[in-house]
Nanobody
């Protein structure tokens, strides 16, 4: 079993930056592809960014390309660096893990149902 805990959320002015962290406990997640999703008030949860198990492949939602960067460090930490934040980035951000195989180390995943484990979320609020 894997437990994911997000941190780093908070209140920031438009144009500012935040760095979200996702820490895993339990089984090491070096064999997992990882993703970040977000859910704004009154909206469905949506994909934000993904990184392969190898760390060599990343993918982003169009509206965050060039502003957000996903990265992973060792077997237990994944990050989402968010720059040039906009009010429309306000949401609860969730970290997710997807079991990988030796044949999928370069794959990334963008659909919620593809992920096996989820964190509880961290609130990001961007004021205008």
């Amino acid at each position: 079993q894997v437990q994911l805990v997000e941190s780093g959320g908070g209140l920031v002015q438009a144009g500012g930056s935040l760095r979200l962290s996702c820490a895993a406990s339990g089984r090491t997640f070096s064999t997992f592809a990882m993703g970040w999703f977000r859910q704004a008030p009154g909206k469905e949860r949506e994909f934000v960014a993904a990184i392969s198990q190898s760390g060599g492949t990343t993918y982003y939602k169009d509206s965050v390309k060039g502003r957000f960067a996903i990265s992973r460090e060792n077997a237990r930490n994944v990050f989402l660096q968010m720059n040039s934040l906009k009010p429309e980035d306000t949401a609860v951000y969730y970290c997710a893990a997807k079991s990988a195989t030796p044949y999928s180390v370069s794959y990334y995943y963008i659909r919620e149902y593809e992920y096996d484990y989820w964190g509880q979320g961290t609130q990001v609020t961007v004021s205008s």
